[in-house]
Antibody
Framework: QVQLMESGPGLVQPSETLSLTCTVSGFSLTSYNVHWVRQPPGKGLEWMGV???????DYNSALKSRLSISRDTSKNQVFLKMNSLQSEDTTTYYC?????????????WGQGVMVTVSS | DVVLTQTPVSLLISLGGQASISCRSS???????????LHWYLQKPGQSPQLLIY???NRFSGIPDRFSGSGSGTDFTLKISRVEPEDLGVYYC?????????FGGGTKLELK
């Protein structure tokens, strides 16, 4: 069945770089798009960026200068890197799958990984 | 960016009752291809969001017909009939017509 699982450090120092991995199973990264979404504690959802099935990326302009998304199709993994972390980056980070057609919903989500930015 | 405004922010409903959630967009969500990419999610406590309704009115796999979506252009509604305990949580709308894709602020459904 379709599964996505985020992994990464639970604690990151301010101004440092966050590295997260989304490991997927039950589908191919070349047949679906994988998005990153984050959610501050007790707050709403923010779309961060996407790894398109063809290997290109797109980012929310609010985060574009700090964000990088890449993948390793042989390992079924999508990676997120975000630099210059601040306290407002303390959130839960999700990866989610979407179909290939324009506007497809995020149909399956990982369980999320909580990241705290603190010294 | 498209702003999605959900109302109400919270909703107190009795078991077996009906709930209605509104999602209003700051601009039309009709894509240039004619489709409308407005989707609905439920986030249960401690869980990730789960897809309920896609493209305004289509129920996702396994979603009971107690959930229904409607609307067009800038105004959309999610209705939940015969509310059950497993329906409690926060409901979000998502638009995937205009990049960057944005979510509504959420509506918390609680039991009266």
């Amino acid at each position: 069945q379709v599964q996505l699982m985020e992994s990464g450090p639970g604690l990151v120092q301010p101004s440092e770089t966050l590295s997260l991995t989304c490991t997927v199973s039950g589908f191919s990264l070349t047949s679906y798009n994988v998005h990153w979404v984050r959610q501050p504690p007790g707050k709403g959802l923010e779309w961060m960026g996407v790894m398109w099935s063809g290997g290109s990326t797109d980012y929310n302009s609010a985060l574009k200068s700090r964000l990088s998304i890449s993948r390793d199709t042989s390992k079924n993994q999508v990676f997120l890197k975000m630099n210059s972390l601040q306290s407002e980056d303390t959130t839960t980070y999700y990866c989610a799958r979407a179909g290939l057609y324009s506007g497809a919903p995020f149909d399956y989500w990982g369980q999320g990984v909580m990241v705290t930015v603190s010294s | 960016d498209v702003v999605l405004t959900q109302t109400p922010v919270s909703l107190l409903i009795s078991l077996g009752g009906q709930a209605s959630i509104s999602c209003r967009s700051s601009q039309s969500l009709v894509h240039s291809n004619g489709n409308t990419y407005l989707h609905w999610y439920l986030q249960k406590p401690g869980q990730s969001p789960q897809l309920l309704i896609y493209q305004v009115s289509n129920r996702f796999s396994g979603i009971p017909d107690r959930f229904s979506g409607s609307g067009s252009g800038t105004d959309f509604t999610l209705k939940i009939s015969r509310v059950e305990p497993e329906d409690l949580g926060v409901y979000y709308c998502l638009q995937r017509t205009h990049n960057p894709w944005t979510f509504g602020g959420g509506t918390k459904l609680e039991l009266k």
